[in-house]
């Protein structure tokens, strides 16, 4: 017991930092705009449930969907940077890249669960600490960052109207930007890690 707590504090320290669910609340508040609290709140179960679906999934089997697929992820890190890529320029720019209506309410809880949420950066993280802490102390950790970040998004209409639409705005472009910037930063490691893998 003694060892289980500070196992799983340092965890969920770990996966909320790289989570960092306060990152995304203006680029989700600002693609939820318009919406219904009801949908807001969807929206934020949707972002936690693709986030977590690919964590768990990735605690588990770890490698093994990415040897049964062929991937490495070096090849992963470069679609997620790209997507990230795509959603920091959408974002600071304040444009909308290939929005059809039919696909719009569910776009925000994808597009925040993964790669802005559940990235390259969090799967990495989430393998080392499997490798660390085996599979019970990381899947504790998982979960209480999983209702932690939930909380965040769902009160994300709360917390914009606490900041001011203004705030929110100038914050989502800042945001946006520093998204593109990781994203660049993400794409280049992969590339260079995929090189070095030729």
Known sequence: MQEL???IIY?????FIILDPLLSVPIF???T???SSAEIHKQAFIAVAVAGGLM???LVFNTTIFNILGLKMPAFQIAGGLILLLLGIQEALGIELGRHKEHSTTAAGVVIGTPLLCGPGTITTVMLLSKDYGIIIPFIAITLALIATWLVLYFSDTIQRVLGEVVTDIMGK???MLVAAIAVQIVASGVLAY????
């Open 29 to 31: 508040s600002a693609m």
């Open 11 to 15: 965890c969920f320290a770990a996966l």
């Open 5 to 7: 707590i500070p196992g």
């Open 33 to 35: 705009k318009g919406q």
């Open 174 to 176: 800042v945001l946006g």
């Open 195 to 198: 090189g070095a893998l030729i």
């Open 56 to 58: 768990y999934g990735v």
